[in-house]
């Protein structure tokens, strides 16, 4: 049964091409337990500079990113471009952070979660680490897939065991941009609200650290993850992050422009 108030319709603003909406961690937690609790198929992206510029880059990820129910500011410089584009006060909406707060509230109101990411490893080790930090949260469904594409009927059985657990929110740490694409594809086969968080199952689980948060609110948090993971992220931030603060700047000048 659906306790929860209507849903108002969210603002938004587009950067870059990608639709962001104007949201709060209350606000996102209420929006997601609506939907789980009518166990409806929607699904939830956070949005880092890495996302946008993937957007930026890809028409066909753009179509699955603006095709969200909800995308959450979840890098700084998000947020700071949604202030800078008339949204006051507008505050970060981390995929981590917001992870806790659906469990809090999942743990309090009996609303049933899954996990679908991460090696077998962290996902053990995140699980313990939210069974112990929520006592009583009713957990249904976890699975840690192959790095390779499922096949058919690998997926088949998967979509299968995801309905048959009764999961209302599924939480999916694919990375960025395989879990977006992922949640776009299984809806409206999974009749569950699919978050994608990222990083959230290795922070969680303790397999990675996460950035002081200090360095998270001046926006140097992916400095922080570069010198903790150069092999792997020094491509992602090197390429992405320059292009994003000359065409964002480039946005706003427009946007400025009265011609």
């Not at 998270?216 to 922080?224: P, Y």
Request: glycine share 8%; charged share 20%; aromatic share 10%.
């Amino acid at each position: 049964m659906n306790t929860q108030a209507p849903l108002e319709r969210l603002d938004s603003r587009t950067i870059l091409g990608m639709r962001v909406h104007a949201t709060s961690y209350p606000d996102a937690v209420r929006r997601i337990a609506t939907w789980a609790e009518a166990r409806e198929s929607r699904y939830v992206c956070e949005a880092p500079v890495h996302m946008v510029m993937e957007s930026y880059d890809s028409a066909e990820y753009r179509g699955v990113i603006n095709g969200a129910d909800l995308v959450t500011p979840g890098g700084m410089p998000i947020v700071w471009m949604m202030r800078l584009l008339g949204v006051r006060g507008q505050p970060r909406v981390y995929g981590p952070a917001m992870t806790l707060k659906v469990c809090e509230h999942a743990a309090r109101t009996g609303i049933k979660v899954g996990f679908y990411g991460g090696t077998e490893k962290s996902l053990a080790a995140l699980l313990a680490a939210v069974e112990k930090n929520y006592p009583g949260i009713d957990v249904v469904y976890s699975y840690s897939p192959p790095f390779r594409k499922l096949r058919p009927e690998e997926d088949a059985s998967v979509r299968a065991a995801i309905e048959n657990s009764g999961v209302q929110v599924l939480f999916v740490g694919l990375g960025c941009p395989k879990q977006e694409r992922w949640m776009a594809e299984h809806r409206p086969g999974v009749r569950a609200v699919m978050m994608g968080v990222g990083a959230a199952f290795d922070f969680i689980s303790g397999e990675k650290r996460q950035a002081p948060l200090w360095m998270q609110s001046i926006g140097t948090e992916w400095l922080f993850r570069l010198c903790t993971e150069p092999r792997r992220l020094w491509f992602r931030y090197f390429w992405h992050n320059p292009r994003f603060v000359a065409l964002a700047m480039l946005q706003l000048v427009r946007a400025s422009d009265p011609a």
